[in-house]
């Protein structure tokens, strides 16, 4: 019989919390002119160093046409083996038809229960193409996720920017409004009202968003939200940096003017925003950023973010008094454990559950630096930042996989996660 171990840890003055769960990556992601430089393995120990313990990918695009079980398989293989922390993946729509349709559920028996849909970029789905994904996912026991961005206003937008020969970060920024967002964000709402299917908006950057759905919200109709790191710290005036560093922050929707950040923090306070999450994205700066120097459109959109989302939140939330240590712990990991179907196995302290587990020195004051990161790109956006607060050792199921800094688990200990039909 095997002897149990213990081990006993002095945790006074720290936090110990159930780990973190992200429930918006791109790993080992194809976007046509780049691909990204973290897979599931590097991708996994830099989330296991910054105190994450399960991650929901949303996978990239397939070749044109292919089935949902196409995309699916190929995540399988990209995570198999590789993966250092327990993982999901959210399917990926990039064409409705009866046969799409149709798989939705056999996706769902498989544990892929949340579904992508993009308003924007190659593979968007029309409104009408919306409201039959949301009545299928919505009879189907699934969850809709939305990128919402208004393409026709983008696109317009970019072509004037361009014919005038404006073409530096900013105007990335600026060829995507946040008013472009908020209409996304409200049609969607009002699709979703019509087939009464639960919407989940990825990525909340702004205001106007907010307000849409806080007033659906307040109607009694089922919309979650998301936002991430990079729309609470960061703002536009990145994209002005010199040398051409503007192009590090080239993601979408872009950073926002800084009148965004404290309504977004006042969303997750008063319950509007119930998760943060961090579309991370990663392309080095030296050899893929630099492909927009001249011209922003060529540069690859998506930002690295898995490893600081726990320190930021902790630090800019809770050391900052934005938010309280049971607000921060619902955002980060409780909330989208039980969005994402996989509660009370993860995101929550409790006999039977996981002992997926996290220790958060709250005195620790450290800058945030390259340097210091395990995610395989060659900056951060979050460079210099000081943050008060970081995880000290990071546990997954039972075993702990980082002390100090330092991974130490074995690569491909991750499990695939069948997660549950949505029933919030
Ligand atoms: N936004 C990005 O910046 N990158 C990947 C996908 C997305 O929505
Ligand atoms: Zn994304």
């Not at 599931?40 to 949303?58: E, R, S």
């Not at 996981?354 to 020195?361: E, G």
């Not at 004051?365 to 990161?373: A, C, H, P, T, V």
Request: net charge neutral; proline share 4%.
């Amino acid at each position: 019989m095997e002897i149990p171990t213990t081990k006993v840890i002095d945790l006074k003055g720290k936090y110990l919390i159930p780990g973190g769960i992200d429930v918006h990556t791109h790993f080992n992601i194809d976007v046509g002119i780049a691909k990204s430089v973290d897979d599931f393995y590097t991708g996994t120990v830099a989330a296991a160093c910054g105190g994450t313990t399960t991650i929901i990918d949303h996978m990239g695009f397939g070749p044109k046409g292919c089935s949902l079980h196409y995309q699916l398989e190929r995540y399988h293989e990209f995570a198999e083996n590789n993966a250092v922390i327990d993982y999901g993946f959210h399917g990926v729509i990039q064409h409705i038809d009866k046969k799409i349709l149709d798989e939705i559920d056999s996706m769902i028996a498989d544990g892929v229960t949340s579904f992508k849909g993009y308003m924007t970029y190659g593979y968007k789905l029309s409104d009408r193409d919306m409201l039959e994904l949301s009545q299928k996912i919505a009879t189907a026991g699934g969850l809709l996720t939305v990128h919402p961005e208004n393409n026709d206003m983008i696109d317009y937008l970019k072509n004037n920017f361009a014919s005038e020969g404006k073409l530096s970060p900013k105007y990335h920024g600026e060829s995507r409004p946040s008013r472009c967002e908020g209409e996304a964000v409200n049609r969607m709402l009002d699709i979703t009202s019509v087939t009464n299917c639960p919407l989940y908006i990825v990525h909340l950057s702004c205001s106007e968003g907010l307000e849409h759905i806080k007033v659906a919200k307040d109607m009694g109709q089922k919309v979650f939200a998301e936002t991430c790191p990079q729309y609470l710290v960061l703002d536009e005036s990145c994209y002005s940096l010199p040398e051409k560093e503007g192009l590090k922050y080239i993601c979408s929707p872009p950073i926002r003017e800084k009148r965004h950040q404290e309504k977004l923090w006042a969303g997750i306070k008063e319950g509007y925003i119930q998760t943060v999450a961090t579309n991370h994205c990663s392309f080095n700066f030296l050899e893929q950023k630099i492909m927009g120097k001249d011209d922003f459109r060529k540069c690859p959109n998506g930002l690295p973010g898995v490893e600081t989302r726990i320190p930021l939140i902790f630090s800019e939330g809770v050391s900052k008094e934005r938010i309280n240590i049971n607000k921060f712990v619902e955002v980060v990991s409780t909330n989208p454990a039980k969005l994402f179907g996989i509660y009370p196995q993860k995101g929550c302290i409790q006999v039977g559950s996981d002992a997926d587990l996290v220790v958060i020195d709250p005195n620790i004051r450290k800058k945030i630096s390259k340097e210091n990161l395990h995610e395989n790109t060659d900056y951060t956006p979050f460079e210099g930042i000081e943050v008060i607060g970081y995880p000290v050792m990071t546990i997954s199921r039972g075993e702990i996989i980082v002390e100090d800094n330092k991974f130490m688990g074995k690569k491909g200990r991750g499990k695939f996660l069948k997660r549950k039909k949505f029933s919030l």
